[in-house]
């Protein structure tokens, strides 16, 4: 993998990001949301904990990936510009990586927002930031999931509609599927609660950070990953 | 410098490249030829590395696209059929991008960009949305895209596509203005353009070569024997049979009476200099006026229609 190549190719991601409206948009009710519920939660009931704010943008990020991730690889194959790629010196990685790499670091804007409450909690309250540390860890770590997951789904069709509706079963399957497994009895039963996102994520806004929960995320992350580049490689044959 | 040997491509169960065989000597412009759904383009992809081949072996530079395609890749500068430019990028910074994804050496990215956009006069709109350029503009931007790592070889498909008489000229300039230094393939339905730029031709049909050759011999050889319109004045019925007498012609044809009292007909003959001057002497012998003498050449046109329509007949 060549940095010059992968940062040429994140670059001119972002942008794209950043010449749509979608891009603005996307942030705008990121802001807006997060912040009414800081607001509502941190501020009314007074308690220095970025847990509410975290558990409830994570729904929300939920419905927003989608969006965020539908035209990583759709639009390039609608436009032709998937021919250029794949026949630059670039390996399906390379292009793989950078787009998911483009996709994390919108998130970095979004995320950065929530710096503000952070700010905010510290100069009037007093946090304890052991737990503010892991929260924040468990929102990158399932962010990523969803983006790794949004990036696959995009894979899959040259309609970025198309792929955005594949995104949101994907999504929505990972987050209800705990409950479903709170239904069934025996080892299914455990395996879809060991699936589903939010067993996963309980733990990282409890404060606690458990390895366990950290692989799982990563497998996640390098699954979708790992099947977007076999999709792109089945479809030069 | 491109070999394509019994290139095989199949999609799904039709079999859109059926054994190709050619190559483009180092430095040679080669016009790909034939109707659409020929398989031009896909025998492009292959070639680029956009798809690999489902049989037989195609190299450029040496390099096999199949088990060295980042070799090719570095080597090569390729305008697609639709070019691949993202709308949302001005023009220069889409250069940018593209010299930085093809390996252009960082000091030298700036001249590079710099040069390219003065050789397809895009400098002075260097700065515009490639989504508010029109139609040939962003075809030239395209084919900016093809150039800008310098390659040796060139693949373009249709480069004149979109573009007015004008901006034709000056890309087959451009493009004949390169020959001698990169190797290159281009795909057209023009076909004074393949006349006008092309070393060689390959025409496909259906997935096959029908033929390959120099622009010149492939006309000269798909006449097969040559045909000469000759005009006498004199009476018809006696000229016909003199001159199917005459050494070296094959077969007479009358074509109609003139105004002038003369008789147009079509002349087989062997193709020799001695048949027309057996011709011209059996006219004289007769006392008949000879109007006029001159051989019926194929322009690539007859050419192309004749072998894509014999073809799709058969």
């Not at chain 1, 912040?35 to 501020?43: K, N, S, T």
């Not at chain 1, 989608?66 to 390996?91: D, N």
Request: with cysteine; net charge neutral.
């Amino acid at each position: 993998m060549n940095a010059r190549k992968i940062v040429a190719l994140v670059k001119k991601d972002l942008t794209q990001y950043f010449a749509s409206p979608m891009g603005y948009l996307v942030l705008a009710v990121y802001f807006l949301v997060g912040g009414f519920f800081f607001w509502l939660i941190a501020v009314q009931s007074r308690n220095a904990s970025m847990i509410p704010v975290f558990q409830n943008t994570i729904i929300l990020l939920l419905f927003i990936t989608p969006m965020i991730t539908m035209r990583l690889w759709s639009e390039e194959e609608k436009s032709g510009t998937a021919e250029l790629l794949c026949t630059s010196p670039l390996t399906l990685w390379d292009i793989v990586v950078a787009k998911y790499l483009a996709a994390m670091a919108f998130f970095g804007a979004m995320l950065a927002s929530t710096l503000v409450y952070l700010i905010v909690m510290l100069s009037v309250g007093n946090p304890d930031l052991g737990p503010v540390v892991a929260n924040y860890l468990g929102y990158i770590l399932a962010a990523g999931a969803f983006f790794s997951l949004g990036l696959l789904a995009s894979t899959l069709s040259e309609n970025q509609i198309v792929s955005a509706v594949i995104a949101y079963g994907m999504l929505l399957m990972l987050w209800v599927i705990g409950a479903a497994g709170g239904n069934v009895q025996g080892p299914l039963g455990d395996f879809l609660k060991y699936i589903s996102v939010f067993e996963h994520l309980d733990d990282f806004f409890k404060g606690v950070l458990d390895l366990t929960h950290v692989f799982y995320f990563l497998s996640i992350i390098f699954v979708g990953l790992f099947l977007s580049v076999k999709v792109l490689e089945s479809k030069r044959t | 410098m491109i070999e394509v040997k019994d290139l095989i491509k199949i999609y799904g169960t039709t079999t859109a490249v059926d054994r190709v065989t050619f190559s483009v000597p180092k430095g040679t412009i080669l016009g790909l030829l034939g109707p659409n759904g020929a398989g031009k383009t896909t025998t492009m992809r292959v070639i680029t590395t956009s798809l690999p081949p489902n049989g037989g072996k195609v190299s450029v530079a040496g390099y096999d696209v199949s088990e060295a395609p980042q070799e090719v890749r570095k080597r090569i500068g390729y305008l697609p059929e639709i070019p691949p430019i993202y709308g949302d990028m001005t023009i220069i910074n889409y250069l940018k991008f593209v010299a930085d994804i093809k390996e252009v050496p960082q000091d030298q990215k700036i001249n590079r960009v710099g040069e390219v956009l003065e050789m397809l006069s895009l400098d002075d709109i260097s700065r515009r949305l490639i989504s508010h350029l029109s139609l040939g503009y962003r075809q030239r931007v395209g084919l900016a895209q093809a150039l800008i790592h310098d390659p040796d070889v060139l693949i373009l498909d249709e480069p004149t596509r979109g573009l007015d008489p004008k901006q034709i000229l000056e890309i087959r300039k451009l493009i004949k203005s390169l020959s001698g230094r990169k190797t290159i393939i281009l795909s057209t339905h023009i076909l004074p353009e393949v006349a006008s730029t092309c070393d060689n031709v390959v025409i496909i049909d259906q997935g096959k070569v029908v033929a390959a050759d120099t622009v010149e011999n492939l006309s000269q050889k798909l006449e097969g024997a040559k045909t000469l319109e000759v005009e006498v004045k004199g009476p018809a019925a006696e000229i016909k049979p003199a001159i199917e007498k005459v050494s070296g012609v094959s077969s007479v044809r009358v074509l109609g009476k003139e105004s002038r009292g003369a008789t147009k007909f079509e002349v087989v003959t062997d193709g020799s200099n001695e048949s027309r001057e057996a011709l011209f002497n059996c006219v004289v012998k007769n006392k008949w006026v000879l109007y006029q003498l001159s051989p019926v050449g194929m322009s690539l046109e007859d050419v192309f229609l004749k072998l894509t329509t014999k073809e799709s007949a058969a």
